[in-house]
């Protein structure tokens, strides 16, 4: 039983600021709920019928087609997910829990059928609005919830007989519709940001391809004007060259001077104070393991001996980096990939001018990547705010 204060939001809607209470119901209450059973028999090339299983949920709550398709059989008729509907995934993949209760909001009828460990709630229309029940469901706060009923270890589960008593608390439906179009709104706005990310990086890949002679040519595909001499090919390990910097920083502190950088796709692990890096133009941070790269903008120090620091005499530092984003190896697993980046044959113009808009040109393509990055974390960060703030 919840406890019985602060029954409304921290932040509501003008028109609704002076009306009732929340009132407080049962998961359960919120429609019909039908427990899915396995239909991997029933998979077929080319089938009618999107899937949904437990790969179709993300952290973002958005479906995700894994171009798994089912037939219209005796198994699936009954399977056959409406428009508005909402599923919810009972397991997990994993012991963190990323994705456990999170729920998908069909958008069309006649479209997907659903399989095991996914749980069918068909809403009562007269009471609920689907998309107000699709927000509060997954809203962090509202989902720790149903994290917290969950057993297992290496792969996590819920039981929906016990979810399904959980209390929520839920306003008249005139209200419910106005948050649902409310974040609905918001989510449109992030995914056309996440579209315009996918499109600057999806065309810096086109430009890193034309840019650099591809297999078997010795000039690129498309250059800058003015420039005729022919590229080299050259093994990266006959042209970079490591440099040794010692002071690893395993465990850095949250605020310093300077930047720690480790592997991966989050590279700043910390900060420190100290003697830093000091050449940092010219250098391509490579993680040994994981293939990641980073250019550093200011001196630096790394976290461990996973990042090598790498230079080439004669070439530009944006270019470099430019070039080893282009020839770097794909991930192999965790092993030592700089052996196999040494041996990785590369097309490189020895004309510095030519580096130098090359190398400028990426560093403002990804100058533009940032910029979107950022716009949309933020809107993630506006909306997390608004469901702790709008929800209770």
């Known amino acids: 039983m919840m406890e019985q204060k602060n029954l409304v939001p921290k932040r509501r809607f003008k028109e609704f600021q002076n009306t009732s209470a929340w009132e407080q119901r049962k ?99 007269e009471k609920y609005n689907s998309q107000f029940l699709y927000q509060l469901l997954n809203a962090p706060m509202i989902r720790s919830r149903i994290i917290k009923q969950a057993q297992g270890n290496t792969q996590i589960y819920v039981n929906w007989s016990a979810i399904s008593e959980l209390d929520y608390l839920v306003p008249n439906l005139d209200e419910q519709r106005e948050i649902g179009a409310f974040f609905s709104n918001f989510d449109h706005l992030i995914a056309l940001h996440q579209r315009k990310l996918e499109k ?51 465990e850095p502190n949250a605020e310093g001077d300077f930047e720690v950088i480790q592997q991966g796709d989050r590279p700043v692990a910390g900060y420190t104070n100290g003697t830093p890096f000091e050449n940092y133009r010219d250098v391509t941070l490579f993680g040994d393991h994981t293939v990641s790269l980073y250019k550093p903008t200011k001196p630096f120090f790394i976290a461990t001996d996973g990042v090598k620091i790498l230079s080439a005499d004669g070439l530009e530092g944006d270019f470099l980096f ?28 020895k004309n510095v001018e030519e580096q130098v808009k090359i190398g400028t040109f990426f560093k403002n393509l990804d100058h533009l990547i940032t910029l979107h990055q950022r716009k949309l974390e933020k809107l993630q960060s506006i909306k997390k705010a608004y469901l702790n703030e709008m929800f209770v």
């Open 200 to 250: 600057m990086k999806t065309l810096k890949s086109a430009y890193l391809s034309e840019m650099f002679p591809a297999e078997g040519e010795r000039m690129p595909k498309r250059r800058f004007a003015g420039f005729t001499q022919a590229w080299e090919q050259r093994k990266l390990g006959e042209v970079v060259k490591t440099h040794q910097f010692r002071s690893y920083l395993a």
């Open 322 to 349: 430019s070039l080893l984003e282009r020839y770097k190896p794909e991930p192999q697993g965790y092993k030592r990939h700089f052996t196999i980046l040494k041996n990785q044959g590369a097309w490189i113009t």
């Open 27 to 125: 998961l359960k209450d919120f429609g019909k709920a039908t427990g899915g059973t396995s239909i991997e028999s029933e998979f077929v090339d080319g089938g009618k019928y999107k899937v949904i299983s437990i790969g179709s949920y993300s952290e973002q709550s958005v479906y995700t087609d894994q171009n798994i398709r089912a037939g219209l059989t005796d198994k699936t008729k009954n399977r056959i997910l409406n428009k508005d509907d909402l599923t919810m995934i009972l397991n997990d993949k994993t012991a963190s829990g990323n994705i456990i209760g999170r729920v998908l909001l069909i958008d069309s009828n006649d479209s997907y059928v659903y399989n095991q460990r996914t749980e069918r709630i068909e809403p009562d229309h």
